[in-house]
């Protein structure tokens, strides 16, 4: 296991979430419009995950355990502002979860999450 890429990637959820909630604190969200605050530090995390997987692939359960593999998930769950990086994390997730290295339901939640944006109706119902 990677321990630095797994912190990495717990400390983008953790900063991801903590965010989140002090702007649904301030009365900042919800909102009508992708707050910008927000909307900078998914950019951020979706720019770092990408050089996690342009160095090691997916990051999976065997490179960096299960609290960082849901960390990945929500980064690229939040990085409405790429649907292109998003379509392709459907492709690494498919192909980690026919490894059994990443859970099926980070999968169906992402694929349908992808569609959504583009207009499509959602093939999982998540």
């Known amino acids: 296991m990677n321990q630095n890429f797994a912190d990495e990637l717990v400390t983008m959820m953790t900063d991801d979430q903590q965010l989140l909630q002090q702007l649904f604190d301030s009365g900042e969200l919800p909102s009508d419009f992708y707050h ?16 996690v997987i342009g160095a090691h692939g997916w990051p999976g359960v065997s490179l960096v355990g299960e609290e960082a593999v ?10 409405v502002s790429d649907p292109e ?17 990443v859970a099926g339901w980070q999968l169906a939640f992402l694929q349908d999450r992808v569609r959504t944006l ?3 109706p959602q093939y999982y119902g998540t």
């Not at 849901?70 to 990085?79: I, M, R, T, Y």
Request: glycine share 6%; hydrophobic share 45%.
């Open 85 to 101: 990086f998003m379509g392709e994390c459907v492709l690494l997730l498919e192909d980690a979860v026919a490894r059994e290295d």
């Open 118 to 120: 583009s207009g499509k």
């Open 36 to 51: 910008p605050r927000i909307k900078a530090l998914h950019e951020q995390n979706a720019y770092r995950l990408k050089g």
């Open 70 to 79: 849901k960390a990945a998930w929500l980064v690229v769950q939040h990085s």
